[in-house]
Nanobody
Framework: QVQLVESGGGLVQAGGSLKLSCVAS????????MGWYRQAPGKQRELVAT???????NYADAVKGRFTIARDDFKNSVYLQMNNLKPEDTAVYYC???????????????WGQGTLVTVSS
């Protein structure tokens, strides 16, 4: 059994910063690509940022220059540093891993439960 658990969401004023964290639990041997997605009220879930296990990163245009994704494979964790937040960044943020290898088998497309980020104007 593998789980992704996010933390770090909350309420922040426009222009402020937050750092989201996501840790994977289970008998993990390796994690492939990881990332962050978000879903605003009444909208579809959208990609925010991804990072490969080689460290290559990709960002949505809306967050380039403001958000930074990073991972720590020793801690089975991925992070999202969010700076200069805007009201339109308000959403539930979800952690994602495309494949997690376990001591017995693997799990594909693993999602966290989400953490709410609210940016006030």
């Amino acid at each position: 059994q593998v789980q992704l658990v996010e933390s770090g969401g909350g309420l922040v004023q426009a222009g402020g910063s937050l750092k989201l964290s996501c840790v994977a639990s289970g008998s993990i041997t390796r994690i492939n690509g990881m990332g962050w997605y978000r879903q605003a009220p009444g909208k579809q879930r959208e990609l925010v940022a991804t990072i490969t296990n080689s460290g290559w990163t990709n960002y949505a245009d809306a967050v380039k220059g403001r958000f930074t994704i990073a991972r720590d494979d020793f801690k089975n964790s991925v992070y999202l540093q969010m700076n200069n937040l805007k009201p339109e960044d308000t959403a539930v943020y979800y952690c994602y891993a495309d494949r997690i290898y376990l001591m017995a088998g693997h799990s594909n497309e693993v999602w966290g439960q989400g953490t709410l980020v609210t940016v006030s104007s």
